[in-house]
C-alpha cells in the first residue's frame, strides 16, 4: 500500500510549487505546499534545499503560509504572506511583503491595500518590483484603504462594466486595478503605474540588475473584445512608459529584460483565424531599436525562458516530443548553443553565479517536481537530484512509452499500468486538457497513480493539437476537430489494447477541459466505453463561445454558427446527445468562467430530460464544486474528486458496489 491507494493520504502529500537561488549561489529555498491543519485548503511554507549535503530545513511557519520566495542582493528572502505583523491589532490579511533576514525573524517590509503578490528584484540593486491592486479612482494609498473599508462594511461587491473580458478564469475583472509597484529597501512603496486600469490583468515583468528598467506586459481593450497583451518597458524612477512590442493580430507575453536592459526576450502569438492557425516564437527585442531575431527552436514549444547573469546566454524550457527539453541559446544569432537536457519537463531555471550550473525543477509523469542541478557544459544530461521536502511516493506501477502511425504521423503517449496485476487490467484514456499542452509532467489534479494504485492501466495520449510537436501538430487537426484528435486517440488505444495484459472489454474515457469536450464529444460517436468522465467540459459550443471569458478569440478562430454551419455541426457535443448510451459523470466548479458551468448545467438537462426510466436509476451523475473554479483547488474536494471518479468507473466498468465519499452530504 501507498499513498496513492487512499485519495486521503494523495492529496496530504507535500508538493514543490517553486525555486530560488540566493545572488551568491549559496542557498537554495523551495515554497512547499500542504494542507492547512482542518485540511481545507493548501498552505505554503518555506524550505533551504541544501547544496552541500544534509537535509532539507524548514524557514518559516505561520497558519496563513508563505508564497513567491526571492532573494535581495544582501542574502535577505523575501516572500508574500497575509501572517498578521506580531504585536498588531489590525485585522489585516491581504498578502504582504515580508522579508527573512540571513539570521533572525521575519518581519513586515511593507503592506498596501489590496495585498501584495509577485515579488521581483533587481539582481544588483535593492529595488523590488511587486503587483498590487487600487481600487479604481483612489488617489493613493489612504483614500483606496477608506473606500475598501466601506465596500467591505456595506458588503459592497456591484461592478459597473464598460467593455469586455469581464472576467478571467476565476476573477471578476473591474473590481480593482491591477498596478505595478515599487518597494525600497525601507519598505516605501510608490505607484509606478497609476493609468493602469485593466492594463495589468495577470501581468508577467521582469527587472534589469540595476533596477532602473522594467518589463511588463500591457493589455488593450481592443474593439469586438479583443485584450491582448503587448510589452511595455518602465523607467523605475519616473514612471515613464513606452511600447516595446504591440501590433494588429499579435500577443506578446513573458518579457524578460536581459541584466544590462539592451535586449528583451519573449513570446510573439498570432492570432490564428479558421483556416490559419495561430502560430508563435520567442524573439529577442532590442530595446533601443533594430530588428528583433527570433530562437531556433525546432519542435520545442517554450514555456519559460531566463537570462544568464551575465546576459550572453538565454535559457529556455519547454515541451518537446512527449518529454521537454533545456536550451542554452545565442542571444546574439537566436542558435542554440546546446541542449541540456530532453528528459523530462523543467520549470523554476536558476543559474548559478559562477554560469556553470543551473537549478530547476524537474517534472516527468512518473516523478513529482523535485530540485535539480544540471551543468550548463553538458548535453542531454542526467540532471543531479537534490535533497526534497517533497519527494515522490513509491509508485504502484509502471510507466511505458507507446506510438502508432496515424496518417503518416507518429502519435505517441505514456502507458501507466499496475505491477503484479492477477489478470489483464482494466483501460482508463485520459485525454489532456489546453488542448495545447503535452502529458509530459507530473500532474496532481489528474495523477493516473492514483487510478493505477486501483488496479487500473492509465492511457495518456498526445494526440493532434498537442505541443512539442511543431507546429505541423497543431495544423493536423485545426481549428479544433474532434474527429480528426479522436482518430489519434482512437488508435493509440486499440493499440495498446492489443496487449495481453490489458483488457479490451473493461476501459473508461476520461477529461477535462478540452479533454472534457472532447469526452463529451466521444460520448456521441461511441459506445466502447463502460464510463465518460468529462470535467468542466464544452458541451453547447455555440452557447460557450459566448459566455465564456475568452469569447473574442473563440469567435475569431470559431466564427459564429451561420459562418461556419458545418463546424459546429460535426463538433459540438450537443448535437450528438441522442446518440449517447454510455453513463455519464459530469463535473464542474460553479466558478469556472472559462468554461461556464451552464455547459454542464446544459449537459445535465439533456441527459436527465433523455432518460425514460425511473429517476433513482439514472445511471448519469453531476458533481457540482460549487465554491470550485476550472481547476480543483481544496483537499477536500480533490479527495471527493478521486473518490468519485473511482467509484463511478468501479461501478459501470468493473460491476463494483459504489458508496459515494463519506465528505458528501
Known amino acids: 500500500m501507498t499513498e496513492f491507494a487512499d485519495p486521503a493520504a494523495f492529496v496530504a502529500l507535500p508538493r514543490l510549487t517553486a525555486l530560488t537561488l540566493a545572488a551568491d549561489g549559496r542557498r537554495l529555498v523551495a515554497a512547499i505546499q500542504a494542507?492547512?491543519?482542518?485540511?481545507?485548503?493548501?498552505?505554503?511554507?518555506?524550505?533551504?534545499?541544501?547544496?552541500?549535503?544534509?537535509?532539507?530545513?524548514?524557514?518559516?511557519?505561520?497558519?496563513?503560509?508563505?508564497?513567491?520566495?526571492?532573494?535581495?542582493?544582501?542574502?535577505?528572502?523575501?516572500?508574500?504572506?497575509?501572517?498578521?505583523?506580531?504585536?498588531a491589532d489590525g485585522d489585516e490579511d491581504d498578502p504582504a511583503l515580508w522579508v527573512l533576514p540571513p539570521t533572525g525573524e521575519p518581519r513586515l517590509l511593507a503592506r498596501t491595500p489590496g495585498g501584495i503578490s509577485g515579488p521581483v528584484v533587481a539582481a544588483a540593486a535593492g529595488t523590488t518590483i511587486v503587483l498590487g491592486r487600487r481600487l479604481p479612482g483612489s488617489s493613493d494609498a489612504e483614500d483606496d484603504a477608506a473606500r475598501r473599508k466601506t465596500r467591505k462594511d456595506r458588503k459592497i461587491n456591484a461592478i459597473l462594466h464598460t467593455g469586455m473580458p469581464i472576467r478571467y478564469w476565476d476573477s471578476e475583472l473591474g473590481a480593482d486595478s491591477p498596478r505595478l509597484l515599487a518597494v525600497n529597501e525601507d519598505g516605501a512603496v510608490r505607484d509606478l503605474t497609476p493609468d493602469a486600469g485593466f492594463a495589468l490583468t495577470t501581468a508577467d515583468y521582469s527587472i534589469t540588475a540595476d533596477g532602473t528598467t522594467v518589463a511588463t506586459t500591457w493589455r488593450r481593450r481592443r474593439t469586438g473584445g479583443a485584450f491582448p497583451y503587448e510589452v511595455h518597458l518602465i523607467d523605475v524612477a519616473s514612471g515613464d512608459r513606452r511600447v516595446l512590442a504591440a501590433g494588429a493580430g499579435l500577443s506578446h507575453q513573458g518579457p524578460r529584460i536581459s541584466p544590462d536592459g539592451r535586449l528583451v526576450a519573449l513570446l510573439t502569438e498570432t492570432d490564428g483565424s479558421f483556416t490559419e492557425p495561430f502560430a508563435w516564437s520567442l524573439r529577442i527585442v532590442p530595446v533601443d531599436g533594430g530588428p528583433a531575431g527570433e530562437?531556433?527552436?525546432?519542435?520545442?514549444?517554450?514555456?519559460?525562458?531566463?537570462?544568464?547573469?551575465?546576459?550572453?546566454?538565454?535559457?529556455?524550457?519547454?515541451?518537446?516530443?512527449?518529454?521537454?527539453?533545456?536550451?542554452?541559446?545565442?542571444?546574439?544569432?537566436?542558435?542554440?548553443?546546446?541542449?541540456?537536457?530532453?528528459?523530462?519537463?523543467?520549470?523554476?531555471?536558476?543559474?548559478?553565479?559562477?554560469?556553470?550550473?543551473?537549478?530547476?525543477?524537474?517534472?516527468?509523469?512518473?516523478?513529482?517536481?523535485?530540485?535539480?542541478?544540471?551543468d550548463t557544459a553538458a548535453s542531454d544530461q542526467q540532471p543531479v537530484g537534490l535533497p526534497t521536502p517533497a519527494p515522490t511516493p513509491p509508485l504502484p506501477g509502471r510507466l511505458e512509452e507507446v506510438t502508432v502511425e496515424v496518417a503518416g504521423a507518429t502519435v505517441r503517449g505514456w502507458l501507466c499500468r499496475p505491477e503484479g496485476a492477477a489478470g489483464p487490467a482494466p483501460v482508463m484514456t485520459f485525454i489532456h486538457g489546453g488542448p495545447f499542452m503535452s502529458a509530459n509532467a507530473w500532474s496532481w489534479r489528474w495523477n493516473p497513480w492514483v487510478c493505477v494504485a486501483a488496479g487500473w492501466a492509465v492511457l495518456m495520449p498526445d494526440p493532434a493539437l498537442s505541443?512539442?510537436?511543431?507546429?505541423?501538430?497543431?495544423?493536423?487537426?485545426?481549428?479544433?476537430?474532434?474527429?480528426?484528435?479522436?482518430?489519434?486517440?482512437?488508435?493509440?488505444?486499440?493499440?495498446?489494447?492489443?496487449?495481453?495484459?490489458?483488457?479490451?472489454?473493461?476501459?473508461?474515457?476520461?477529461?477535462?477541459?478540452?479533454?472534457?469536450?472532447?469526452?463529451?464529444?466521444?460520448?456521441?460517436?461511441?459506445?466502447?466505453?463502460?464510463?465518460?468522465?468529462?470535467?468542466?467540459?464544452?458541451?453547447?459550443?455555440?452557447?460557450?463561445?459566448?459566455?465564456?471569458?475568452?469569447?473574442?478569440?473563440?469567435?475569431?478562430?470559431?466564427?459564429?454558427?451561420?459562418?461556419?454551419?458545418?463546424?459546429?455541426?460535426?463538433?459540438?457535443?450537443?448535437?450528438?446527445?441522442?446518440?449517447?448510451?454510455?453513463?455519464?459523470?459530469?463535473?464542474?466548479?460553479?466558478?469556472?468562467?472559462?468554461?461556464?458551468?451552464?455547459?454542464?448545467?446544459?449537459?445535465?438537462?439533456?441527459?436527465?430530460?433523455?432518460?425514460?426510466?425511473?429517476?433513482?436509476?439514472?445511471?448519469?451523475?453531476?458533481?457540482?464544486?460549487?465554491?470550485?473554479?476550472?481547476?480543483?483547488?481544496?483537499?477536500?474536494?480533490?479527495?471527493?474528486?478521486?473518490?468519485?471518479?473511482?467509484?463511478?468507473?468501479?461501478?459501470?466498468?468493473?460491476?463494483?458496489?459504489?458508496?459515494?465519499?463519506?465528505?458528501?452530504?
Not at 519547454?318 to 527539453?325: L, M
Not at 425514460?612 to 458533481?623: D, I, S, T, W
Not at 481544496?634 to 459501470?652: K, M, R
Open 295 to 374: 530562437v531556433d527552436l525546432g519542435d520545442v514549444y517554450p514555456t519559460e525562458w531566463t537570462w544568464a547573469s551575465d546576459g550572453a546566454t538565454l535559457y529556455v524550457s519547454g515541451d518537446h516530443h512527449g518529454r521537454g527539453a533545456v536550451l542554452a541559446v545565442d542571444p546574439a544569432t537566436g542558435a542554440v548553443r546546446r541542449r541540456l537536457a530532453a528528459d523530462a519537463a523543467y520549470s523554476n531555471l536558476n543559474q548559478a553565479p559562477d554560469g556553470a550550473a543551473l537549478y530547476a525543477l524537474r517534472s516527468a509523469v512518473d516523478a513529482a517536481p523535485h530540485p535539480v542541478r544540471l
Open 467 to 665: 505541443t512539442g510537436y511543431g507546429p505541423e501538430w497543431i495544423a493536423r487537426a485545426w481549428p479544433h476537430r474532434a474527429a480528426l484528435v479522436w482518430r489519434d486517440v482512437e488508435a493509440l488505444l486499440d493499440a495498446v489494447l492489443s496487449r495481453p495484459d490489458l483488457d479490451e472489454t473493461r476501459t473508461a474515457c476520461l477529461g477535462g477541459s478540452f479533454g472534457g469536450f472532447m469526452t463529451n464529444w466521444v460520448a456521441g460517436h461511441t459506445d466502447r466505453f463502460g464510463a465518460i468522465v468529462t470535467h468542466a467540459g464544452l458541451w453547447a459550443l455555440e452557447q460557450q463561445h459566448d459566455t465564456t471569458d475568452a469569447a473574442h478569440w473563440k469567435n475569431t478562430w470559431f466564427g459564429e454558427p451561420d459562418e461556419h454551419p458545418e463546424w459546429y455541426a460535426e463538433n459540438s457535443p450537443e448535437r450528438f446527445v441522442d446518440r449517447i448510451a454510455t453513463p455519464m459523470l459530469v463535473i464542474h466548479g460553479n466558478r469556472d468562467y472559462r468554461v461556464p458551468v451552464s455547459e454542464a448545467l446544459r449537459l445535465w438537462w439533456d441527459l436527465v430530460k433523455r432518460w425514460g426510466g425511473e429517476p433513482a436509476e439514472l445511471p448519469h451523475r453531476f458533481l457540482n464544486l460549487t465554491n470550485e473554479n476550472h481547476w480543483v483547488l481544496s483537499p477536500a474536494n480533490a479527495e471527493i474528486w478521486y473518490d468519485t471518479v473511482l467509484g463511478f468507473c468501479g461501478q459501470h466498468v468493473l460491476d463494483r458496489n459504489w458508496q459515494p465519499s463519506s465528505l458528501l452530504p
Open 35 to 87: 494542507p492547512d491543519r482542518k485540511g481545507a485548503r493548501y498552505a505554503s511554507s518555506l524550505w533551504e534545499i541544501p547544496l552541500d549535503g544534509g537535509g532539507p530545513v524548514r524557514l518559516t511557519r505561520s497558519a496563513k503560509g508563505e508564497v513567491a520566495p526571492v532573494f535581495r542582493p544582501d542574502g535577505a528572502l523575501l516572500f508574500a504572506s497575509g501572517r498578521p505583523e506580531p504585536e
